[in-house]
């Protein structure tokens, strides 16, 4: 996982169950991976990603959204897509002007890599999971250090 350093690498474990699905693995970054199944009714493309964290340059989370967009794109429409991974963005408990890619039960508040997450489901019309139900609080968080508590892993389907 990850370059030389195993810094900011993406991988992803498949139950034994499953692994007879799984028609191909590709790398295609550090933090990007697609891992295409077949299922009974079709082809599932699972992407396990890792967004740039808030304090990395602008250049960097356009380069990387602009990949994942790019993945997700050659996908043919009739295959399943989940993209499932740590998006460094908080999307926030409120909908607004995402009442189609975001259900309204998030955590907290948007901020602006959270914006860019939902612009990224809402122009693929894929949808945030995390959001489409309620929760313990418990639940909701997937990142705390002290007082700080956020949502930062995603599945967006």
Same mark, same amino acid.
């Not at 990850?2 to 498949?14: A, H, M, S, T």
């Not at 945030?128 to 909701?140: D, E, G, M, P």
């Given at each position: 996982?990850?370059?030389? !350093?195993?810094?900011?690498? $993406?991988?992803?474990?498949?139950?034994?169950?499953? =692994?007879?699905? %799984?028609?191909?693995?590709?790398? *295609?970054?550090?933090?990007?991976?697609?891992?295409?199944?077949?299922?009974?009714?079709?082809?599932?493309?699972?992407?396990?990603?890792?967004?740039?964290?808030?304090?990395?340059?602008?250049?960097?989370?356009?380069?990387?959204?602009? !990949?994942?967009?790019?993945? $997700?794109?050659?996908?043919?429409?009739?295959?399943? =897509?989940?993209? %499932?991974?740590?998006?460094?963005? *908080?999307?926030?408990?409120?909908?607004?002007?995402?009442?189609?890619?975001?259900?309204?039960?998030?955590?907290?508040?948007?901020?602006?890599?959270?914006?860019?997450?939902?612009?990224?489901?809402?122009?693929?019309?894929?949808?945030?999971?995390?959001?489409?139900?309620?929760?313990?609080?418990?639940?909701?968080?997937?990142?705390?250090?002290?007082?700080?508590?956020?949502?930062?892993?995603?599945?967006?389907?």
């Amino acid at each position: 996982m990850g370059g030389e !350093e195993k810094l900011d690498g $993406v991988g992803i474990f498949v139950a034994e169950k499953w =692994v007879n699905s %799984a028609v191909s693995v590709g790398r *295609h970054s550090k933090k990007a991976l697609i891992l295409r199944m077949v299922l009974d009714n079709g082809l599932l493309n699972i992407l396990t990603v890792y967004a740039p964290h808030s304090g990395k340059p602008e250049e960097e989370k356009e380069n990387f959204w602009n !990949e994942v967009f790019h993945l $997700v794109s050659c996908i043919p429409q009739k295959e399943m =897509v989940v993209i %499932a991974g740590d998006m460094n963005g *908080h999307v926030g408990s409120s909908n607004v002007g995402y009442d189609g890619t975001h259900g309204c039960f998030g955590y907290g508040d948007r901020n602006p890599d959270g914006s860019r997450i939902l612009e990224f489901a809402d122009g693929l019309n894929l949808v945030i999971c995390n959001t489409l139900f309620i929760k313990q609080k418990s639940h909701l968080v997937t990142y705390a250090a002290g007082p700080v508590k956020s949502t930062v892993d995603y599945t967006i389907v």
